[in-house]
């Protein structure tokens, strides 16, 4: 990464299946972006419990899943909220980062989630998958097809990261230049703010 500004990375939030996985390279692969990311000194942020391709240190977790021990006793420190929207807005506040592994519907909507709000400038942190196996080579594809259609600008596409090896798609996060759209950059999320400026509806969202 010799000429490149490195962002500095100390935290990096992870979604992943609360299932396995039917191919065993998956469950190899979260072993090996931990090790990754202990080697890198980067904290490991995820959502709780011990089931699947969770893991360890931080876990966020709504206060619903520890009812019956339902997924498990959390790796490391545990942080209980009430809702999963609650969840995901803190793992984007304390994360420096995010990396969304094999996984279900949950995985996705929080990996699209943490997308949307790049795209809408509530944050600009970068946001990669880790394509074990071509596991998310369909959904690359997808996306690909949503820009040919004008669904997804060129600009909003690059959000999304991706690669083969954890060293790799970390590298590629730590080189990430967030480019915000210039209309949509206009909006103003914090909580001082009485009012949101208005959007130019003509903007492909």
Request: aromatic content about 8%; glycine content about 10%.
């Amino acid at each position: 990464m010799e000429g490149v500004l490195v962002r500095k990375i100390k935290k990096i939030c992870v979604f992943c299946g609360a299932n396995s996985g039917k191919d065993v390279a998956f469950v190899n692969a979260a072993f090996n972006l931990g090790k990754v990311l202990g080697k890198r000194k980067i904290d490991l942020v995820y959502g709780g419990g011990k089931l699947g391709l969770m893991g360890q240190v931080l876990g966020i977790i709504p206060s619903a899943f520890t009812i019956n021990n339902l997924v498990g006793e959390t790796c490391g420190k545990e942080i209980k909220v009430a809702t999963m929207q609650e969840r995901l807005v803190m793992m984007m506040e304390l994360s420096d980062a995010f990396i969304a592994l094999p996984g279900g519907f949950g995985t996705l909507e929080e990996l699209f989630q943490m997308i949307s709000w790049a795209q809408l400038n509530i944050h600009n942190k970068p946001i990669g998958v880790l394509n074990i196996n071509g596991f998310f080579n369909g959904l690359l594809s997808f996306v690909d097809h949503a820009v040919k259609q004008e669904f997804i600008t060129p600009r909003a596409r690059k959000i999304l990261i991706s690669a083969t090896t954890a060293d790799e798609l970390v590298d590629k996060l730590q080189a990430f230049r967030f480019e915000p759209d210039p209309a949509l950059s206009k909006l103003k999320w914090s909580p001082s703010s009485s009012q949101k400026e208005k959007l130019d509806l003509t903007l492909r969202l």
